[in-house]
């Protein structure tokens, strides 16, 4: 019996933009989806699932008279740059996440 993640695979590998997205949020955990960021392991550092940015854990980052820890400062950059996840999530094309202008529209 096939996985539902190879089906939608093999349904979308004519498409190599959806499919790396698919895969992209396939093998990320929805708690880091939701924040925007994941820790990864081999580099000791949050990985900006957007852009890629990283801050190493461990680390305190100086912020406009604050000094902030990798976390926090990853969850701020989301914020500040991105505009948060959902905002990134709503902004991708229609085919990608089968919303309506209008369910884009009420989800913002």
């Given at each position: 019996?096939?996985?539902?993640?190879?089906?939608?695979?093999?349904?979308?590998?004519?498409?190599?933009?959806?499919?790396?997205?698919?895969?992209?949020?396939?093998?990320?955990?929805?708690d880091?989806?939701?924040?925007?960021?994941?820790?990864?392991?081999?580099?000791?550092?949050?990985?900006?699932?957007?852009?890629?940015?990283t801050?190493?854990?461990?680390?305190?980052?100086?912020?406009?008279?604050?000094?902030?820890?990798?976390?926090?400062?990853?969850?701020?950059?989301?914020?500040?740059?991105?505009?948060?996840?959902?905002?990134?999530?709503?902004?991708?094309d229609?085919?990608?996440?089968?919303?309506?202008?209008?369910?884009?529209?009420?989800?913002?």
């Amino acid at each position: 019996m096939f996985d539902i993640y190879e089906i939608i695979l093999y349904i979308v590998s004519r498409d190599d933009d959806m499919k790396s997205i698919i895969e992209w949020i396939l093998n990320t955990s929805f708690d880091d989806l939701k924040r925007g960021y994941t820790f990864d392991d081999e580099s000791d550092a949050y990985l900006c699932l957007i852009c890629g940015r990283t801050f190493n854990a461990g680390h305190i980052y100086p912020v406009n008279n604050e000094f902030l820890d990798a976390p926090t400062r990853m969850a701020q950059h989301v914020e500040q740059v991105h505009h948060g996840m959902i905002d990134f999530l709503l902004s991708m094309d229609k085919k990608y996440t089968g919303l309506s202008d209008i369910q884009i529209s009420i989800l913002k």
